[in-house]
Every structure is written in structure tokens, then in C-alpha cells.
């Protein structure tokens, strides 16, 4: 029971945060771009996040005619169920369960995102939806292997699966002082990641219509969108694990806002890259670089 209790209470805690997340979003959107963000709901737009839901789970649920119906409501449930799974491998005091294989837990939940993506998109019966699906699991896949081989130098430093290890081992010294190059390779896995600017191309608007959600409304599209966000938010606590120290330093929550502030920043600042200067990054810059940095570490280490 107590373990059940803590696991509903961490998954309130993440739904709390991710609401306040896409207000804390449009306010600084609105900000970069010379206007005000919500501001009426409530004092300073602060109830925003809540009427966005109740808005949008009050909504009737439309359906494509043509389109294949179980995937279709199923897709969303599955991504935002994974998105919210992968959060039970962050240490916690607050938790009594170790998770000796955390990393390797996350990079499972991970991999089966690209489902959840590739069923939406697919089982849409959309020319624009199939198309954002197609380049999202492309983009996916391919950032996975750089993303995985970053990872797997601080691992061979810590000679652990366990994300509390990871932590701990940075208590003289952050790892994003030691790797700076492989941090920034990281940061941008994890834009790609969650497919977030400059790397939107599952969502492109300009192109595609708003990509493999485009027939999506009311709760499924909410579900969606919880998703993405949850996924960022936890790809920014990942981020100050691997390369800040976690809570060890007590500057925790400091670090974790700014790197979530820069998923914003970012967003308001660069345009979309091309699709194919987006895969050569991967496979031609990403990909070398984490080898080379794997065989480095693993030379320091052997030595």
C-alpha cells in the first residue's frame, strides 16, 4: 500500500508539474516574442493550465470515419501510460524500491515511445498524419543511438546502471565539467528525442498539418500533449542526473529549471532544420563523436 501511495503521489506530482510547465511555456513564448501570455484565467493566468484541460476532456471525441479505430484511441492512452511509467526509475527518497537497472529501464521506455508515435500517425488513415509518423520514427530511431552511446560513458565511470550512483558520483565534480561535448550531444538527443524545435518534424505545422496528430481532438489530443510534456520534463531531471550532480549539490531543483527553461528558450529562438541536415547530424556528427569519446573514457578507465 505504501508503495502504491507513493507511485499515485509521484504521478500527481509530475501531472501538477507538467500543467504549470505548458503556462510557464506560453508566458515565456510570449515574452521572446514582444506580447503577454495567458493572463485572465485567474491571477496572472495561473488557472490557465486547468481550464486548457477541462476544455479539452469535456470536448466530444470525433473519430475519422476511415480510420482504424482501436489503434486510434489506444495510441495516445499507450504514449502518455510509457511517459509516465518512465518516471518510477528516478531516485527518490521519497521511494523504498531501489532500481538497480534504471538506465537500462529508460532506454526500453524510450524505445517503445516510437510506437505509441507510429500507431497515432498510422492508424489516422492520413496522408499528413502517416507522413509526420514516418519522419517522427525516423528521427526517433536515429537519435536513440546517439542518445544511448552518450549515455554510456558516464556509465562506464560509474560502473553502474543505478541513476542514485550516477548522482553520487558527482559530488566533487559534475560531469558536465568533464564532458562538455558529450552534455551538448545529450541536450540535443533530447530535443530530438521528444520532438521538440528544431527538431518538430513529427508536428510540422507548415507541412503537415500539425503531423501524426492532426485528426486527433478533445482527450486524445490532451493525452498527446500530456505525453510530450511529461517526456520533457523528465528528459530535463535525466539531464541534471547525468551531468549535474542530481540533488547531491542541493542546487537540484535549480538546475533542472534551468534546463527546462532552455527546452523553452530554444523553442523561441531556432527555426526548424532541414530533414536531411537533420539526419546527417546524427549519423555523421552525433554518432562519431560519442564513439570517440566512448573509446577515450574507456582508455582512462582501462589505464
Not at 516510437?114 to 492520413?126: D, F, P, Q
Not at 485528426?215 to 520534463?233: D, H, Q
Not at 542541493?250 to 534551468?258: H, K, S
Not at 563523436?289 to 574507456?298: A, E, M, R
Request: hydrophobic share 55%; net charge neutral.
Amino acid at each position: 500500500m505504501l508503495n502504491l501511495s507513493l507511485t499515485l503521489l509521484t504521478v500527481i506530482c509530475v501531472l501538477v508539474a507538467v500543467a504549470f510547465f505548458t503556462l510557464f511555456e506560453r508566458k515565456l513564448l510570449g515574452y521572446i516574442q514582444i506580447r503577454k501570455g495567458p493572463n485572465k484565467t485567474g491571477f496572472m493566468g495561473l488557472l490557465q493550465p486547468f481550464a486548457d484541460a477541462i476544455k479539452l476532456f469535456s470536448k466530444e471525441h470525433v473519430a475519422p470515419i476511415s480510420s482504424n479505430y482501436l489503434p486510434f484511441i489506444v495510441a495516445p492512452v499507450a504514449s502518455f501510460f510509457l511517459a509516465l511509467l518512465i518516471w518510477s526509475c528516478i531516485p527518490s527518497k521519497y521511494s523504498n524500491v531501489p532500481f538497480k537497472l534504471g538506465v537500462m529501464f529508460f532506454l526500453v521506455c524510450t524505445a517503445l515511445n516510437v510506437y505509441g508515435l507510429l500507431a497515432a500517425g498510422w492508424s489516422s488513415n492520413s496522408k499528413y498524419a502517416l507522413l509526420g509518423a514516418l519522419r517522427g520514427v525516423a528521427q526517433t530511431i536515429s537519435y536513440e543511438v546517439s542518445l544511448a552511446l552518450t549515455l554510456l560513458s558516464p556509465l562506464l565511470i560509474t560502473q553502474s546502471f543505478d541513476m542514485a550512483n550516477l548522482a553520487e558520483a558527482q559530488e566533487t565534480m559534475y560531469f558536465i565539467v568533464v564532458l562538455p561535448i558529450l552534455s551538448l550531444i545529450w541536450f540535443a538527443s533530447c530535443l530530438a528525442e521528444t520532438n521538440r524545435t528544431p527538431f518538430d518534424f513529427a508536428e510540422g505545422e507548415s507541412e503537415l498539418v500539425s503531423g501524426y496528430n492532426t485528426e486527433y481532438a478533445s482527450g486524445g489530443f490532451a493525452l498527446i500533449m500530456l505525453a510530450e510534456y511529461t517526456s520533457i520534463l523528465f528528459m530535463s531531471m535525466l539531464f541534471v542526473i547525468l551531468y549535474l550532480g542530481g540533488s547531491t549539490s542541493g542546487l537540484g531543483i535549480v538546475w533542472f529549471t534551468l534546463v527546462a527553461f532552455t527546452f523553452v528558450w530554444v523553442r523561441g529562438t531556432l527555426p526548424r532544420m532541414r530533414y536531411d541536415k537533420l539526419m546527417s547530424l546524427a549519423w555523421k556528427t552525433f554518432l562519431p563523436i560519442s564513439l570517440i569519446f566512448l573509446v577515450l573514457v574507456s582508455a582512462l578507465i582501462l589505464t
